[in-house]
């Protein structure tokens, strides 16, 4: 993908996969990476800060004679999800707007032009 993601983006991404369920890293970034370039080393300081923020909490399970930590999503990054999916819809509306003026403006130079 060509365009940077910020890290509120990121947080807003993870936030959503816990929405779904409790899991743990390897699987939030194994569902990011169908969608978006993201890699583990990127993802964990994101599940951290989100754990520090009370967004998300953690918890171990037992997993083939060791610990897997698991996330969830907290009732404060509920809130939080929402308001990062009002103001991405109002982000991408107005980028919307831009890249649309622009195709239409294109199109007037050239009906001008004819």
């Known amino acids: 993908m060509a365009f ?10 993870a ?16 569902e990011m990476k169908k969608r ?11 599940l951290r800060r989100l754990q520090q923020e009370q967004l998300c909490r953690t918890y ?5 004679g060791r610990n897997r930590r698991y996330y969830s999503i907290t ?3 509920l809130e939080q999800l929402t308001e990062y999916r009002r103001q991405w ?6 980028i919307e707007v831009l890249l ?3 195709k239409a403006d294109r199109k007037e130079r050239d009906d001008d032009d004819e």
């Not at 171990?60 to 083939?64: I, S």
Request: with cysteine.
């Open 4 to 13: 940077k993601i910020e890290s509120n983006l990121l947080d807003a991404c």
């Open 15 to 30: 936030l959503a996969i816990l929405k779904r369920g409790d899991t743990y890293g390897y699987e939030i970034t194994q």
């Open 36 to 46: 978006i370039a993201v890699s583990e080393s990127t993802l964990y300081p994101v």
């Open 60 to 64: 171990d399970r037992p997993c083939r």
């Open 75 to 77: 009732e404060k990054g």
């Open 89 to 94: 819809n109002d982000y991408k509306t107005a």
């Open 100 to 102: 649309e003026d622009a």
